[in-house]
């Protein structure tokens, strides 16, 4: 079977229907267990103290925020080239998950920030473009609310996904960009040096599987709800023509 057979509302809907209970049973297993491992199991950092351990909601948010909008941008894709609906009803179902995860990582970087840099918010490179990001997102929701034809607003936020996506890359990757700025490195990282300890690592991984089985499974739930509704309208508009 080909991926663009999910294309099929029909097919996508059962599919989805299976895959969801599992995924939803998994992102709860692995988000309590890392959350609880890191939070009560985990010792305070040297440095930090105690304010470390917002390393469990802060990286995996953020993470997710980053990835969510690059997800959207696949989709937008997908759309452009193939007119697939679920596509772009993907897309539609990811932005508010994307911005509420985006929301909160700006906030749990502010409440980690205070401490360790003395300032709530900084003009950094990292953290402007995450600002913007932010900004992306409720435009790109916006744009869906406001245009009245579902074809026409996909075509036009799949366009601003395209020109957002720059500031996703941007989120990512700005700690390389500019060397300045009060932002750390990454915390994940290759290098042993940048590397978090083994201690913090393990149950982060968890948080981070969590947090992005736990996006699936909301945007599976939204996909299912748009399409739904789409079907709900395609009904009422046959009623009104009989």
């Given at each position: 079977?080909?991926?663009?057979?999910?294309?099929?509302?029909?097919?996508?809907?059962?599919?989805?229907?299976?895959?969801?209970?599992?995924?939803?049973?998994?992102?709860?297993?692995?988000?309590?267990?890392?959350?609880?491992?890191?939070?009560?199991?985990?010792?305070?950092?040297?440095?930090?103290?105690?304010?470390?351990?917002?390393?469990?909601?802060?990286?995996?948010?953020?993470?997710?925020?980053?990835?969510?909008?690059l997800m959207m941008l696949v989709a937008s894709l997908v759309w452009i080239v193939?007119?697939?609906?679920?596509?772009?009803?993907?897309?539609?179902?990811?932005?508010?998950?994307?911005?509420?995860?985006?929301?909160?990582?700006?906030?749990?970087?502010?409440?980690?920030?205070?401490p360790m840099w003395g300032t709530w918010w900084a003009w950094d490179p990292r953290l402007t473009s995450f600002l913007?990001?932010?900004?992306?997102?409720?435009?790109?929701?916006?744009?869906?609310?406001?245009?009245?034809?579902?074809?026409?607003?996909?075509?036009?936020?799949?366009?601003?996904?395209?020109?957002?996506?720059?500031?996703?890359?941007?989120?990512?990757?700005?700690?390389?960009?500019?060397?300045?700025?009060?932002?750390?490195?990454?915390?994940?990282?290759?290098?042993?040096?940048?590397?978090?300890?083994?201690?913090?690592?393990?149950?982060?991984?968890?948080?981070?599987?969590?947090?992005?089985?736990?996006?699936?499974?909301?945007?599976?739930?939204?996909?299912?709800?748009?399409?739904?509704?789409?079907?709900?309208?395609?009904?009422?508009?046959?009623?009104?023509?009989?």
């Amino acid at each position: 079977m080909s991926l663009w057979d999910y294309a099929n509302p029909k097919l996508f809907m059962q599919t989805s229907g299976r895959l969801l209970p599992w995924v939803a049973v998994l992102a709860a297993v692995t988000l309590v267990t890392g959350l609880v491992w890191g939070f009560f199991f985990t010792p305070d950092d040297y440095r930090q103290g105690s304010t470390v351990k917002i390393i469990y909601i802060h990286v995996p948010s953020a993470m997710v925020a980053i990835n969510a909008w690059l997800m959207m941008l696949v989709a937008s894709l997908v759309w452009i080239v193939r007119r697939h609906h679920v596509s772009a009803l993907a897309a539609k179902a990811a932005a508010p998950v994307g911005m509420v995860m985006t929301l909160i990582a700006l906030a749990t970087g502010a409440i980690w920030g205070e401490p360790m840099w003395g300032t709530w918010w900084a003009w950094d490179p990292r953290l402007t473009s995450f600002l913007i990001l932010f900004l992306f997102y409720l435009g790109y929701i916006a744009l869906w609310s406001a245009v009245e034809s579902p074809d026409t607003a996909a075509d036009l936020t799949s366009v601003l996904c395209l020109v957002g996506s720059v500031f996703a890359i941007l989120s990512r990757y700005a700690v390389n960009f500019w060397n300045q700025g009060l932002h750390q490195g990454a915390s994940l990282s290759m290098d042993k040096k940048e590397h978090v300890a083994d201690v913090f690592w393990y149950p982060l991984l968890f948080c981070l599987a969590g947090f992005v089985l736990m996006f699936l499974a909301l945007v599976l739930v939204g996909t299912r709800t748009e399409i739904r509704l789409r079907r709900l309208k395609a009904l009422e508009a046959r009623e009104r023509m009989a």
